[in-house]
């Protein structure tokens, strides 16, 4: 098993930047991919950004590229997602999730955190 804590999350002001942790443990050799989702109210759950343990691959979608980075800390065995340049579509629960498969599908990744929200509001 791998436990997922994500943390950071908060009230930012439309172009304001928040940075986004997700702390692993457990079993984390298992899986090589390592993604952030995003689920807005009323909205079904949106895969935004994945990272490759094999060789720090990332992907992103078309609504955060160039204004979200994915990153890790192989050290501390924690994921980043920093988000600048927030608007108020940006405002979601955030997720962290373990996959086997590189790819930005929820139906990939195995593990989940309890997600952490992120409002963006003036």
């Known amino acids: 098993q791998v436990q997922l804590v994500e943390s950071g999350g908060g009230l930012v002001q439309p172009g304001g930047s928040l940075r986004l942790s997700c702390a692993a443990s457990?079993?984390?050799?298992?899986?090589?991919?390592y993604g952030w989702f995003r689920q807005a109210p009323g909205k079904e759950r949106e895969g935004i950004s994945c990272?490759?343990?094999?060789?720090?691959?990332?992907l992103y979608a078309n609504s955060v590229k160039g204004r979200f980075t994915i990153s890790r800390d192989k050290v501390k065995n924690t994921v980043y997602l920093q988000m600048d340049s927030l608007k108020p579509e940006d405002t979601a629960v955030y997720y962290c999730?373990?996959?086997?498969?590189?790819?930005?599908?929820?139906?990939?990744?195995?593990?989940w955190g309890q997600g952490t929200q992120v409002t963006v509001s003036s």
């Open positions: 999730a373990a996959g086997r498969v590189f790819w930005l599908k929820s139906d990939n990744y195995d593990y």
């Open positions: 457990g079993r984390t050799w298992d899986y090589s991919y």
């Open positions: 990272i490759s343990t094999w060789d720090e691959g990332t």
